[in-house]
């Protein structure tokens, strides 16, 4: 007859250990949604642009003087952000707290930057289809860096009060991959609204 | 002091003192606070289905109600506009507020205990997808009762949703309830997923999972990628109503059509996502009275994954007569004709199960049985439309009304009530009324046909959809009072349903754990289940548990009794994606009024946005951040964080 199984395995983690833990596969879904979200945005975009009468770009050459900065900005805040992870597993918190703190000051940097950067602009978010998605689709990504902003500040605290450890590290994990996909959204539009005029979409 | 970081789970059998302990550690704490906080997945997965029942028969009083309009020529029970109110509300509570929560409800009831696990992967993830689907469902239904219910149908195209040609705030209530429902089917879904992927008994490897799971993780992995699709339409709509945006409208350099693909795009995904639970359940409940394993395992489940990357591209045949170009028409002809294969692939599956097996002839199997004849029927109707010259003479008539109905209450209705049959006594401890149950059955099968049958030549002599009366030159009159006497008739089986139900619950046959002797792990325990599902953690050697016995396949025996105890707290076991090899000690995360409060911070904040009142928007956000924060917060108790200093 066969054997009966029963499964005993030896020295298992309990609980979220070396920030693996189920958190972080939540987190995983969190974006793969959220990817979608501006996949669709994008699509919006590109659609409407596809389908409209010549004229309908608003600005066929955007100015890159504010928008480039920024977005190089954001660029680096992700390499900070995982040095501030590295402090954290290498058991170092005042690498990680210097680290969360830069990131989020550069953070608040893309969104002022961001922000004269909307003042500039010579049409309002009424103005057209055009003035709409941009308005819009940048507004989204604003939204998505405040979030990651308010997550950072929270591991800044967490870390403050000594709650993390080489070992015990899931919410550091998965918020550092929050702000890295955050920063990779902001890529995707930078390159919709102000690299494919360039490129000849919509012009 | 450092705490364990790892540990080696004993092993052992049960035991009344480990039972007690286990119940201490599970148990919701009873009366009003238990209720407002439970995270445990069967008191969620019931008010689910309770719930999603109490929307079904609202929708179903709303389709008499329009049956009773269109009985005869020219009546005037109902005006335009209340008619546009009925049929949109009716679609919307069907479609969004029973078809995908019922299955939800089973879903969370049912995947820890067919996974041999204590819990989903995340409990109070669970609790707020259902306060949500809870808020958003009072959000559409306040605007419905305040005369401000959707009239576009419910699928809502632009123009007509836009603020020139709808100046009241029925599309705004729409919109926003739509946008709140969203969130939580997203949550849902993603919760589904990882549950699926990481809390699987040891042993039951991706191959021998249930197909209701294989169904449901298809659908919520299709709901995480389309979900955004409408949400974001809907918003997008809002603002072109309340910001002065231009998205689909073309005075502004706007995109009609735009609305239409987001919303197919989502639309058609989801019409998949609302029947492939409902085929799961049919294929685990089916072969349990056929008294033999489901024929072609491994073909249903690689086909339930097929269906679902056919359906992300066939949204355009909704949309054939809109005047886009043939070559795209064609593709989208060609994926729908195609998704068919994986369909029959189910269907001759079901069929040779029952064709090899004995089948026990009780309510559940009759309910699984005529779906598999209700889904050729709705199956051949939209094989038919997916053909692009049939489908511009048939798009908006009666045709495409039949078809739908064939699909969802085919697909969706009737093994909903069959899995009530089947799952009712594990989830009470009693049986329903087996008599009642087969007028029960007998009464909505005749009542549906004799609706929607007749349906089919009426819109093949071309009734159009959607109008709120009609002249009888057509030869439409007698067709129409067959459709509403069936649609009486189909009710009058629901509510005798229902009666089992109530009547059942109080008087109804003790069931013990395993009334229909079935193989799966849901019925290795008593019912209804403990708070803490397994006494100790199942290990699976097979698909089919507790069938080892008298299927006589060599191998590897599963074993319910023995295993690991995991009482040292409020515990389950994480396992790899694949293989389900014991991978983590997962700790669960105790009661909480932090979803409640973060639903009904969401609830505050739609409401605000709604009437444009921006304390209130902010009063709600803040009760949505705070409540964020208290849950995300880590906690020792869930090892997220080291003890604090001293």
Redesign the interface.
């Known amino acids: ?17 070396d920030g ?4 972080l ?2 987190v995983g ?2 974006i ?3 990817a ?2 501006f996949a ?2 994008l ?2 975009y590109f ?2 642009g596809a ?2 009468p010549v004229g ?1 770009l608003l600005d066929p050459a955007p100015d890159l003087t504010l928008a480039l900065p920024a977005i190089v900005l954001l660029l680096v805040s992700s390499v900070v952000a995982w040095i501030a992870e590295r402090g954290i597993i290498n058991g170092r918190p005042a690498q990680a707290l210097a680290g969360f703190a830069v990131a989020f000051v550069m953070g608040v940097g893309f969104l002022c930057l961001q922000w004269l950067d909307w003042r500039s602009k010579g049409f309002g ?2 103005s ?6 941009y308005f ?1 689709t940048t507004g989204f990504d604003v939204a998505h860096v405040i979030a990651g902003l308010a997550v950072l500040a ?1 591991l800044f605290l ?1 870390t403050a ?5 080489p ?2 590290r ?2 550091v994990a998965a918020g550092i991959l929050y702000w890295h996909f955050a920063v990779v959204v902001c890529l995707f539009v930078f390159a919709t609204f102000y690299v494919t005029p360039y490129l000849g979409f919509g012009r | 002091m450092r705490q ?6 004993r ?1 052992g059998i049960d035991s009344v003192e480990h039972e007690a302990k286990l119940l201490r550690l599970w148990e919701t704490s009873p009366g009003l606070k238990g209720f407002l906080t439970s995270v445990d997945h069967k008191e969620i997965g019931i008010r689910y289905i309770i719930t999603a029942f109490v929307f079904l028969a609202l929708g179903g009083i709303e389709a008499l109600v329009m049956r009773l309009q269109l009985a005869g020529p020219n009546l005037s029970l109902l005006t335009p506009e209340q008619y546009n109110q009925l049929f949109s509300t009716h679609g919307m509570t069907m479609i969004f507020l029973y078809a995908a929560p019922i299955l939800s409800g089973f879903s969370n009831y049912l995947w820890p205990l067919v996974l041999g696990s204590r819990d989903m ?2 409990p109070r ?1 669970n609790a707020l997808s259902y306060w949500i689907y809870l808020a958003a469902g009072l959000f559409l239904y306040a605007g419905f009762l305040t005369g401000n219910g959707p009239n576009d149908g419910w699928f809502n195209y632009v123009p007509y949703a836009l603020r020139d040609y709808n100046p009241g705030m029925n599309q705004d209530f729409y919109a926003l309830g739509m946008v709140l429902l969203g969130i939580s089917t ?1 949550v849902g ?2 919760n589904f ?2 549950t699926a ?2 809390t699987r008994a ?2 039951m490897s991706i191959n021998r999972m249930p197909i209701l799971v294989w169904g449901t993780l298809t659908a919520s992995i299709a709901n ?6 409408v ?2 339409a809907f918003l ?1 709509l809002w ?2 109503r309340q ?5 689909f ?1 073309p005075a ?4 009609p ?2 609305w239409q ?2 919303f197919w ?1 989502f639309g058609h995904p989801w019409v998949y996502a609302i029947v492939l639970p409902a085929m799961g359940m049919v294929s685990d409940g089916l072969p349990v009275f056929c008294r033999r394993p489901l024929v072609g395992y491994s073909l249903v489940a690689v086909s339930t994954v097929a269906t679902m990357i056919f359906g992300f591209g066939v949204w355009v045949h909704h949309m054939f007569a809109t005047g886009l170009p043939g070559l795209g028409l064609s593709f989208f002809s060609a994926a729908s004709i195609a998704i068919t294969i994986p369909s029959a692939v189910a269907v001759f599956a079901w069929l040779s199960t029952v064709w090899l097996g004995r089948p026990v002839r009780t309510t559940a199997f009759l309910f699984f049985a005529s779906m598999i004849v209700l889904f050729v029927i709705g199956g051949v109707s939209g094989f038919m439309t997916a053909s692009v010259p049939v489908d511009w003479q048939l798009t908006d008539t009666y045709f495409v009304v039949a078809h739908i109905h064939y699909v969802l209450i085919g697909i969706n209705v009737f093994p909903v009530v069959g899995a009530m049959y089947f799952w009712f006594p594990k989830m009470t401890g009693r049986l329903l009324d087996e008599r009642l149950g087969r007028w029960n059955f007998w009464t909505m099968f005749v009542g549906f046909n004799v609706a929607f049958l007749p349906m089919h030549i009426t819109g093949l002599l071309g009734m159009p959809r959607r109008v709120y009366t009609y002249n009888d030159y057509g030869g439409w009159a007698a067709l129409n009072m067959l459709t509403s006497i069936g649609s009486f008739i189909f009710a009058l089986g629901v509510l005798l349903f229902f009666i089992n139900v109530v009547k059942s619950l109080k008087s109804g046959a003790r069931a013990g754990k395993n009334p229909w002797d079935a193989p799966t792990l849901e019925w290795a325990t008593s019912s209804p289940p403990p708070p803490y599902n397994f006494a100790v ?1 199942p ?3 097979s698909r089919h548990p507790l069938w ?1 016995d008298r299927l006589g396949e ?6 319910t009794d ?3 105890l995991l009482d040292q707290g409020k515990e389950t076991i ?1 396992t790899t994606a694949l293989d389900a ?7 669960m995360a105790e009661d909480s009024f932090a979803p409640l409060s973060l639903a009904a911070g969401l609830s505050v904040l739609f409401v605000g946005l709604l009437v444009r009142n921006w304390m209130v928007v902010g009063a709600g956000a803040a009760v949505v951040f705070i409540s964020l ?1 208290m849950w ?1 917060w ?1 906690r020792r108790d ?5 003890a ?2 001293v």
Do not use: C
């Not at chain 2, 060599?554 to 074993?559: K, L, W, Y």
């Open positions: 007859m066969s054997e009966v199984a029963v499964a005993e395995p030896k020295n298992l983690p309990v609980g979220p250990v693996n833990g189920i958190g596969w939540g879904t969190l793969v949604t959220e979608a979200l669709y945005l699509f919006s659609y409407t389908t409209a309908w978010i009424g057209s289809s055009y003035g709409s998605l819009v929270a967490w009060l000594g709650y993390f450890s070992r015990r899931v919410a | 364990l970081d790892f540990r080696t789970p092993i992967a995340f993830l997203t879904a993603a997923i990882v992927f990481k040891p042993g995480i990628l389309v979900v955004p699709a949400s974001l997008l603002m072109d910001f002065g945006t231009h998205f409208d502004g350099g706007g995109q059509l735009l693909h987001l795009i953690i290990t699976v050697g080892e060599e191998g590897i025996v599963s074993s023995r295993g690991m994480g090899e014991p991978e983590m000690i997962m700790e924060v995300m880590p869930l090892r997220e964080r080291e604090a200093h």
